[in-house]
Nanobody, 125 residues
Framework: QVQLVESGGGLVQAGGSLRLSCAAS????????MGWFRQAPGREREFAAA????????YYADSVKGRFTISRDNAKNTMYLEMNSLKPEDTAVYYC??????????????????WGQGTQVTVSS
């Protein structure tokens, strides 16, 4: 089992920045891909960003590309999402996830085995 805890969400004005963290514990492995997904009110969960096991490969949704940066520190079992130039449409609950079946980044949520509880990000206009 892997436990994931997100932190760093909050309320920010449009154009501002936030940094999300995802701390993993339990049967963690540095060979796992990790990702961030988000779900806005009334909408389905969508992919935001993913990172491969060694942190060198990343993959972003078009909606966040150029504004968000995903990274990980395997020594700390922690993944991050640096979010800049935030827009009201970025408002959502953000979830981190771990895939024990993929080492390279993937946007397919069915590939992720463990999920955190989520952290709320609200961007005001």
């Amino acid at each position: 089992q892997v436990q994931l805890v997100e932190s760093g969400g909050g309320l920010v004005q449009a154009g501002g920045s936030l940094r999300l963290s995802c701390a993993a514990s339990g049967r963690t492995g540095s060979s796992y891909a990790m990702g961030w997904f988000r779900q806005a009110p009334g909408r389905e969960r969508e992919f935001a960003a993913a990172i491969g096991w060694n942190g060198k490969e990343t993959y972003y949704a078009d909606s966040v590309k150029g504004r968000f940066t995903i990274s990980r520190d395997n020594a700390k079992n922690t993944m991050y999402l640096e979010m800049n130039s935030l827009k009201p449409e970025d408002t959502a609950v953000y979830y981190c996830a771990v895939s024990t079946r993929a080492a390279t980044p993937t946007h397919w949520d069915v590939m992720y085995d463990y999920w955190g509880q989520g952290t709320q990000v609200t961007v005001s206009s």
